[in-house]
């Protein structure tokens, strides 16, 4: 028996009488009544949808007016809709792509392809004939699964759903099972779903298969193993001709072709695996899988790529195995003691924490250490400014190489002190010494140590974390799971994933990253998860407040500190209660997220206003077509980003309801490899409706009107009546920031990737001209910027305040 995930999720399902008109014929109906002539509709073809970002999606595509029939239907123009001229259609601003199973929504402006000519009766498909019966019943929203039985050998299956009368179980049969997903159907309601093929077990799905088939045929029996290469189950393909070819000898030659694709396709599959392990970092995961890599009858192209990552790993383990032995050679000719002892200590660290992930520090070293025109000092400079700056940024100055390793000594007390008089006499030595600059800290931040102590300890496991930030304004605690062979010196992409209300934090990192058996796809691909604990105790609903804000955030900037974070790559998510927040949380803050996945949530009436916050914050949503009204509920604001060419999409499953949707698990993985955080957009244009919902990206304002200075929480559909205030702020030719703000103070976090400091900086607010004057890099702003954010991947060189 098979328990489907998060089984506690809280809803209702309900039965009706009579027949719901599906949207996409009611849509029609509708536009029928308005007088469209149907021979101006789009027709929906079999494609593919290339987004710019370079998702492809594939299946029925059908440019449509609105994501509901109710939007579609609206004649007059909002911000949020579409004029539709009497008896003209004249824009489709959607696409909608229908692959059986789920309906992907995305917004026409994103794509930059439409191939109307995928062939789709290229794919092995069975079918099962089922027995159905009351027809009269259907359902019209689906909760929570109490109990899900396995599939027989004939497609049937007993769901038990949670209803507001009790437990109800329902009988589903399959229908249809393509390499892609199964079609199944109420046996005694109307309940029409489709499942993915690899969500089924396989001794399931095997079983399903045989009894649909003539054993004796051996066509049919080939059509079931073409269908397992389709679908990506290469060793259950495998499986299949062996039993082909000994019953049926005679057959060898003809499937030789079939094996011949099958070893191609599953030898990539491993070779992308591969790849997989070594850019996460987990390098003996992947020099094993070398090891076992299969090499009969392989393609020489595939055998050619597994020998250049084998070489790659042996010239790597070559150079960690010079630089052990040339540092203690060339300190040996050092002749001064006292500078002696120092590389003697600092070789002791760099042998400790010398891997593949920190070789390429001593590149520079590596390239010139036999180099006779330089001598001992100049080459041990080579290497120790080179570990602490990076090979890029290395100096030959032995001297000031040992400053450099003074200075992050004292940039790290720096960082982790309180005391205010210590940080100031932190900066005065630091200012002392030689060769020490704020370009140069700038160049070490990246490459230090933690800042705070990371609790690690079994790292198949999740742990506890407790924020220890002195000026916390209330506790703040997250749990965190790590990746395979996590490295401090590695940089990994985060998930900051929300709990629904009616779950504990494990279930969402679990969800993300942990089998019973093993790790999952967090963990296989190499991302942090967090869970931060942003409910209040006994909190059912997300309240669009102030302390779930404050929890998240401090919790990324916390998780930061300890962890080796990549911010242009930290995506949130959430289930249920924790999707809801997600939409309000990466809307007030875009600038700390490379993208947002809601699953199963809805949008809140804050989110009417913020929307347009979101303008360059991706957005991957998933729900059910009878997940309660979600789809009729978030259209409003989905309509209006999706009008307005942002990057979403919307993926929503036909029949399917509240649910954790975990087969839509390796379409979000391969979305954020796609994604990175926007890091200095020079144009903002901004909506504010709370105080702690004040910095965008490197702008922060303070001093609000009354209004959003006591904010109120607000459920449901509930409209704000409070006004918004605008943040706008543009960097224009000429070196000048012009900054309109309802804040009476304002500061401006800058780098060169934003303004030029060679030239005159020129900031207006509100008209009045406040600043005129070259900038400097400023060691303190920016040090502090990072004490508090603990961002590495976004450091400002100074900061203006004005008053």
Known sequence: MTVRLFPEFDSVSQLNSGRLLPSRFVYALILCLLGVNFSQLPIAQAGEVELEHGTIIRGAIVPILGLTENLAARLETSDAEVTLPPRKLVSY??????????????????TVRMNNDQDLSRYETFKLPQKVTGRNQMLKTVGSYIDVTDFDKFGRRTVTLNTSKGNLPLLQGVTEITPHHLKLTGLKQQWELGLRTTSIKEEVLDAMLNNAIDHLNPNERIAVARFYIQAGLYLPAGEAFDKIEADFPEYKDKIATYVAELR?????????????????????????????F???????SILRQIRDVQDDYHKQQEQIDKARIRLGELEAEIKDAATRNLLQAYRREVMTQLNFETINRLGAFLNLESDDSLSAREKLALAYSGWIVGAANVVTDLNTALNLWTARAQVLEYLRTENEQLSDQMLGTLSKLEGISAAVVKQMIPLLPPILDAPVRNIADSFPVHVTDPNAEVPVSYSVLLPIEYDPHHTYPMIVALRPSTLDA??????????????GQSQRRGYIVIAPEYLQKDQENYEDNVTAHYAVIESIRDARKRFNVDSD????SGHGTGADAAFDIGM??????AGVMPIAGKTSAFNLHYWQNAKDLPFYIVGGELDRDTLEHNSLVINRMMRNGYDIIYAEYKGRGYESYYEEIHNLFNWMELHQRLKYPKELDEKILRPIDNRYYWVRTEGFPPQIMRPI????????????VSLKVSIKLGNVIYVSSGGKINTLWLNPE??????RLEVRIDGQRKFNDFLRPDMESMLDDFKNRGDRQKLFDARLDFF
């Open 93 to 110: 601003p959607i696409i909608l792509v229908d692959d059986g199973m789920v309906r992907y929504f995305v917004p026409r402006r994103t």
């Open 264 to 292: 191609t396709l599953h030898s990539q599959q491993l070779l992308n695996e591969l790849n997989q392990r070594r850019k996460a970092g987990q390098h003996r995961l992947a020099q094993n899988a070398i090891m076992k």
């Open 294 to 300: 299969p090499t009969n009858n392989v393609s020489q």
């Open 506 to 519: 494990n279930s969402v990192l679990n969800w993300w990253g942990k089998f019973k058996n093993g790790p």
């Open 569 to 572: 790559r930290v995506f949130l």
């Open 588 to 593: 007030s803050h875009p600038g700390l997220f």
């Open 713 to 724: 929480a607000y459920t449901g559909t509930q409209r704000l009546r409070a006004r918004p």
């Open 754 to 759: 934003l303004v030029d400091f060679d030239k």
